[in-house]
């Protein structure tokens, strides 16, 4: 969860300077990609840890609706961000696309990694054993 936690906010702090440099509707559009992208992604990990500490045999269950949020929320995000003139003045959805996907492939991978290790931690040495 630190290491995570870590990178996390190493993260935050380079699509803050990514968003700075590029300025205006882009670098909006990087901003509104990391925010998603983290917050989706974190509570992905801990839907997935709550799973996995719970039910541990629905564990792949969770990956999937992971996966599948993901996908949904790149889905309408992109397009809504594409085709709503709302939006189009205010974030660029291409700079919204990369970041978001750049953020969920980093968050994501890591926490699942944790939730694994927490996994294989809780059970115990004779379940292993058999």
Request: positive net charge; contains cysteine; hydrophobic residues 60%.
């Amino acid at each position: 969860m630190i290491r995570s936690s870590i990178i996390a906010f190493f993260a935050c702090a380079a699509a803050v300077a990514v968003a700075w440099k590029l300025g205006g509707v882009l670098g909006n559009g990087v901003l509104v990609g990391f925010a998603t992208g983290a917050g989706l992604g974190g509570l992905g990990v801990l839907y997935q840890r709550h799973i996995m500490r719970t039910r541990p045999e629905r564990a792949l269950h969770a990956f999937v609706a992971l996966a599948l949020a993901k996908l949904t929320v790149l889905l309408v995000g992109g397009v809504a961000l594409r085709f709503l003139q709302a939006t189009q003045d205010l974030v660029h959805w291409k700079s919204f696309l990369i970041a978001y996907a750049a953020t969920v492939a980093l968050i994501v991978p890591l926490g699942a990694v944790g939730a694994l290790r927490n996994l294989r931690t809780q059970v115990p040495a004779a379940v292993r054993a058999s």
